[in-house]
């Protein structure tokens, strides 16, 4: 069986949850009185109405009664941005750091001050608001890792307008159906961005997304707001070059901002008034748009990451996700904010200029939470030892990994050679969906098994279900499901709550449905083991198998494709790919090629396919379902491939394993 690991003295006696026993403690009363816990965190928070006692939350997840729905705190009025900026300067924090910004190149960096972050965040606001950015209106964000991405977040959350980033990996085919979705009336972004030694042109993705909104999916976009990034430090007509400039569309960042008031009054909004929304794939293959919501958020992000990385005043903490990602919103914006942390925000990437990055940062800036993706940790693994031991990493108490299971060889690395036998391991479950952690172990409080995402965040009561909707006590094996709302959860899918219901409700009424499957072991701990739904994780982006096949068919030479996943060493999963012809088309390398190419431009690089192979025919049942569980195996060139006699034709299946590339 699996080992157990405690926390090391060290950790227990700087945490502010020293033991498991006051963990349970803790976590039992979050569940019987959900409103005397949460109120006592909603004191700290600045109301312009406070929530009516006795109306703290109201919920119905069982979809045969009635709509689902969820509200924590109905009734109280506020606005993040005040309480993450406003509020800790009128605390004495004024001076704190927020962010050490750290650039692509080691030459490039600065500081911010929590009051300087709030003169500059008033004045994007007022610049928003000159442009015409009401309370209500989408904005969408396409941006690298700079200041003014966070920037323009708060600022977006102080006049009420809903923040929709896009990461800046996505293709423009992607960021138009997202813009268009939701109806963005501006777009922000920068010229362009270095990462490592590549330049990513983000204006001229954006002037062709602009473009595609508008001719395929007849939406405008008015204003597209552009920083000046690049061009501060490496002036480069490479990018003027490239890009158009609309004088009615386009303005620049440093010309629309630069010259506003430090002054911006806030929008006061209702606790349950949208605060973002964030795409996250779905299985149909079309975004969905997953809507956080104001009050409720704001406690969850804040509690999660009080106790799960145990932050502390003098603490320098960091997490090294994209802000285009749920991570990079929840722990690299909000709840650092919401805490008065110091947090190192980074653009470039672990191996510029050289593979030891993230260990030389963490020594420069003294970092003492790290927070990073189980993708990323075995991508380093792999460069050897020797670039971790050339830093002192003594500064670290707590280490977190997100993403996907992380495999416990990395975990064993993570923790005895970055972390020095000394840090906890937080391996935190969550969803773009959940807002916020929920299921993940607690530095100081509880123990640790490699693999294992191990328990319940405060107010979340998760179960397994089998099949049939039969709950699972003890041990055993199910579907991920959880019978109560937190604060943080989502609390619809942007202008379609019947897909809401649907995919998250409709398969065990009364429960929220993860898509994913888990294990509870002998002593409690539980094991997330991965979708149970059609969806891949490949380096830690979730993608549905509908949507790349659905790219793979708009090329005219294929007639089907289907797509599964391989593990794979670094990426956790890779794309393997089967392609039916049409009739006269021929497979050879252009068409590979031409596949993956399409793939880049309707998705975005991340989700190129590693693998794709002719398939003479797919194996498919008696009533037309392709077997995927048989593609798999033969992706792993695994024989053992079981039970075939509901096959339409098994001969398949053979020339299969003959044709693998
Ligand atoms: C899916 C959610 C949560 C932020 C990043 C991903 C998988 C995530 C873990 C973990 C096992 C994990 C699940 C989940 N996942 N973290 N610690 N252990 N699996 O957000 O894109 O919404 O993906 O990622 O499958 O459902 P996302």
């Known amino acids: 069986m699996s080992r157990l690991y405690q926390p090391s003295d060290y950790v227990v006696s700087k945490s502010r949850l020293p033991s498991f026993e006051q963990y349970k403690e803790m976590h039992k009363r979050s569940l019987e009185d959900p409103e005397g816990f949460w109120s006592e965190i909603a004191k700290e928070f600045y109301w312009q109405t406070p929530a009516e006692p006795g109306n703290f939350v109201s919920y119905n997840f069982d979809i045969n009664k009635g709509k689902v729905f969820t509200k924590w705190l109905d009734g109280a009025v506020t606005n993040v941005c005040f309480n993450l900026l406003d509020r800790n300067v009128r605390n004495g924090h004024g001076d704190k750091i927020a962010y050490y910004w750290e650039g692509n190149h080691p030459d490039d960096y600065s500081r911010i001050t929590y009051r300087k972050l709030k003169d500059l965040v008033c004045q994007c606001a007022n610049g928003l608001r000159e442009r015409g950015v009401t309370k209500g209106d989408r904005v969408s964000i396409y941006m690298p890792m700079i200041l003014e991405t966070v920037v323009v977040m708060l600022a977006c959350s102080r006049i009420g307008a809903v923040h929709s980033v896009v990461f800046a990996g996505f293709s423009s085919d992607s960021l138009a159906e997202r813009m268009s979705d939701c109806k963005a009336k501006m777009l922000v972004t920068a010229d362009g961005a270095w990462r490592g030694e590549k330049l990513l042109m983000l204006k001229k993705i954006c002037d062709e997304a602009i473009d595609k909104a508008e001719k395929k999916h007849g939406h405008k976009v008015e204003t597209c707001l552009v920083v000046k990034h690049v061009d501060r430090v490496t002036p480069c007509g490479q990018l003027q070059e490239y890009t158009t400039w609309d004088d009615e569309r386009d303005v620049w960042w440093q010309e629309l901002i630069d010259e506003q008031s430090t002054i911006c009054s806030p929008e006061w909004m209702a606790a349950e008034d949208p605060l ?13 748009g997953v809507l956080h919501t104001t009050a409720g958020y704001l406690l969850y992000a804040t509690t999660t990451f009080r106790y799960v990385f145990d932050y502390q005043d003098k603490d320098v903490y960091w997490c090294t996700a994209d802000v285009g990602w749920i991570t990079g919103h929840t722990y690299v914006v909000y709840a650092p904010l919401a805490n008065a942390a110091t947090s190192v925000l980074f653009e470039g990437t672990p191996f510029y200029p050289e593979n030891d990055r993230y260990w030389s940062l963490i020594d420069k800036y003294k970092v003492s939470q790290f927070y990073t993706a189980p993708t990323a940790l075995r991508s380093l693994m792999k460069f050897g030892d020797e670039y971790v031991k050339r830093h002192s990493l003594q500064s670290l108490r707590v280490l977190g990994s997100v993403g996907e299971p992380i495999n416990p060889e990395a975990w064993l690395w993570y923790r005895q050679l970055v972390g020095g036998g000394r840090c906890s391991v937080a391996d935190t479950f969550w969803q773009t ?14 123990p640790m098994k490699p693999g294992a995402a191990g328990f319940p965040f405060f107010g979340v009561e998760p179960a397994l279900l089998d099949e049939g909707g039969q709950l699972i006590s003890g041990e055993g094996e199910g579907y991920l499901v959880f019978a109560r709302p937190w604060p943080g959860l989502m609390r619809t899918l942007y202008g379609d709550h019947q897909r809401y219901e649907q995919v998250y409700f409709s398969k065990f009424p009364g429960y929220y449905c993860t898509g994913d499957g888990a294990r509870r072991d002998e002593d409690g701990f539980l094991w997330v083991t991965g979708r149970v739904d059609d969806m891949l994780n490949v380096s830690g982006h979730l993608m549905s198998t509908a949507e790349v096949e659905g790219v793979l068919t708009e090329e005219p030479r294929v007639a089907e494709a289907a797509v599964v996943s391989r593990p794979h060493p670094i990426k956790g999963e890779a794309l393997y790919c089967f392609i039916t012809t049409t009739d006269g088309a021929h497979f050879d390398q252009s068409l590979v090629d031409a596949l993956k190419k399409l793939v880049r431009a309707r998705i975005g690089a991340f989700a190129v396919p590693d693998t794709i192979q002719y398939a003479p025919g797919l194996p498919k049942t008696r009533s037309g379902k392709i077997m995927r569980r048989i593609l798999r195996k033969i992706a792993l060139n695994d024989t053992d491939i079981g039970d075939t006699s509901t096959l339409a034709d ?12």
Not at 433 to 446: D, F, R, Y
């Open 276 to 288: 973002f929304m964030l795409y996250t794939s779905g299985s149909t293959g079309k975004p969905k």
């Open 433 to 446: 969906e959940t807002g916020g952690h929920v299921l993940t172990s607690l530095p100081g409080a509880t």
């Open 650 to 661: 098994p001969a398949v299946v053979e020339q299969l394993f003959k044709n693998r590339p």
